[in-house]
T-cell receptor
Framework: GEDVEQSLFLSVREGDSSVINCTYTDSSSTYLYWYKQEPGAGLQLLTYIFSNMDMKQDQRLTVLLNKKDKHLSLRIADTQTGDSAIYFCAEAGSGNTGKLIFGQGTTLQVKP | EAGVVQSPRYKIIEKKQPVAFWCNPISGHNTLYWYLQNLGQGPELLIRYENEEAVDDSQLPKDRFSAERLKGVDSTLKIQPAELGDSAVYLC???????????FGPGTRLTVL
């Protein structure tokens, strides 16, 4: 079945780069997403990548996709304390229905 | 543009009581989703609507959960009766069409005592 796995916790110093990793199982996924969730808030879409791409850059965010290994990563350059949140990786399930399969989330802690 | 609106933001009830959550999607978004998010987990889809039609409710526990989206705009999710294990955050999301980016509301945090 469809499954998405993430590491649970990452701690970095302000100004460093953060790399959050994700693996997924559904090779037919067309889109892969990164969402950010701050305490008490809903999920905010950060970026997404189409499955025929291997990299996408958007300001401080860089997404790398390795389809062969079914591995997705999110790199945040110059990490700030405001980046502290939970980051969710999600794949669009097969069948182009819009159903998202989420990982369990990675808590990013940014120390000043 | 207003985002997805959910109410209430917090709800505390005793087990066996009924509870209802309301969602107003972004104007013009035909697709509406209800997700369940347990503590420390990612959201899991409960039901997806295309306009007023529930097109995927395979994960909705139909013995106690029900949902409706009258007129294809606002939606209500109901639990009757609530159980202790239903304590979670219930998220609503909408998108302009299927397989398009989803916009999430702030969620309703339910505590069942």
């Amino acid at each position: 079945g469809e499954d998405v796995e993430q590491s649970l916790f990452l701690s970095v110093r302000e100004g460093d780069s953060s790399v959050i990793n994700c693996t997924y199982t559904d090779s037919s996924s067309t889109y892969l997403y990164w969402y950010k969730q701050e305490p008490g808030a809903g999920l905010q879409l950060l970026t997404y990548i189409f499955s025929n791409m291997d990299m996408k850059q958007d300001q401080r965010l860089t997404v790398l996709l390795n389809k062969k290994d079914k591995h997705l990563s999110l790199r945040i350059a110059d990490t700030q304390t405001g980046d502290s949140a939970i980051y969710f990786c999600a794949e669009a399930g097969s069948g182009n229905t819009g159903k998202l399969i989420f990982g369990q989330g990675t808590t990013l802690q940014v120390k000043p | 543009e207003a985002g997805v609106v959910q109410s209430p933001r917090y709800k505390i009830i005793e087990k066996k009581q009924p509870v209802a959550f309301w969602c107003n999607p972004i104007s013009g978004h035909n697709t509406l989703y209800w997700y369940l998010q347990n503590l420390g987990q990612g959201p899991e889809l409960l039901i997806r609507y295309e306009n007023e039609e529930a097109v995927d409710d395979s994960q909705l526990p139909k013995d106690r959960f029900s949902a409706e989206r009258l007129k294809g705009v606002d939606s209500t999710l109901k639990i009757q009766p609530a159980e202790l294990g239903d304590s979670a955050v219930y998220l609503c999301a909408s998108s302009p069409r299927p397989a398009h980016e989803q916009f999430f509301g702030p969620g309703t945090r339910l505590t069942v005592l």
